[in-house]
């Protein structure tokens, strides 16, 4: 019986530090997302297919010029040893962008069970995953997959709209 208060006190202890402290970089986008205007927070790899095919010249390039109060920060997540991906981005047309910021996750491990799996409180299973925030609020979450730039375009604009009802 003295076993069992030991054990059920451990296990607090363990699922506090498993759960840690936010990342810096976690702390940054949260305090980011806490602006009245509109965020988009994009979680991606640069080894990642899907990541890379929002590059091209009407994916992101296009989306970032054509939404200047829109501030897009993408986080480099699950990169294993390669870089932020700063280069490719600047290859593809994403970096100069006055509303846009580039971090890194300091946690790059790819295999499944070291990875990041929660940012922002929110589960982290898939990538590209981009989340729309306003306010400190997230108001829209694509979770699985390439975004389709035009319907980034309308989640946006329904973000920014007030909602009177």
């Given at each position: 019986?003295?076993l069992?208060?030991?054990?059920?006190?451990l296990?607090?202890?363990?699922?506090?530090?498993?759960?840690?402290?936010?990342?810096?970089?976690e702390?940054q986008?949260?305090?980011a997302?806490?602006?009245?205007?509109v965020t988009?927070?994009?979680?991606?790899a640069?080894w990642?297919?899907?990541c890379t095919a929002?590059l091209?010249p009407?994916?992101?390039?296009a989306?970032l010029?054509?939404?200047?109060?829109?501030?897009?920060?993408?986080?480099?997540?699950w990169?294993?040893?390669?870089?932020d991906?700063?280069?490719l981005?600047e290859?593809?047309g994403v970096g100069?962008q006055p509303?846009?910021?580039?971090?890194?996750?300091?946690?790059?491990?790819?295999?499944?069970a070291d990875r990041?799996?929660?940012?922002?409180?929110?589960?982290?299973t898939?990538l590209?995953?981009?989340?729309?925030y306003?306010?400190?609020?997230?108001r829209?979450?694509?979770n699985?997959?390439?975004?389709r730039?035009?319907v980034?375009?309308?989640?946006?604009?329904?973000?920014q709209?007030?909602w009177?009802h």
């Amino acid at each position: 019986m003295k076993l069992l208060p030991w054990l059920v006190g451990l296990g607090v202890i363990t699922s506090a530090a498993w759960a840690g402290e936010p990342s810096p970089v976690e702390q940054q986008v949260a305090e980011a997302v806490k602006a009245p205007t509109v965020t988009i927070v994009h979680l991606w790899a640069p080894w990642c297919p899907n990541c890379t095919a929002e590059l091209k010249p009407e994916g992101w390039p296009a989306f970032l010029t054509a939404n200047p109060d829109v501030k897009v920060i993408f986080v480099t997540v699950w990169a294993g040893k390669e870089e932020d991906g700063r280069a490719l981005l600047e290859k593809q047309g994403v970096g100069a962008q006055p509303n846009f910021q580039l971090l890194m996750h300091p946690n790059t491990s790819r295999k499944k069970a070291d990875r990041m799996t929660h940012f922002l409180g929110q589960p982290v299973t898939w990538l590209p995953t981009t989340w729309i925030y306003r306010g400190g609020t997230l108001r829209y979450a694509l979770n699985y997959g390439e975004v389709r730039f035009g319907v980034l375009s309308q989640l946006v604009r329904d973000a920014q709209d007030k909602w009177e009802h």
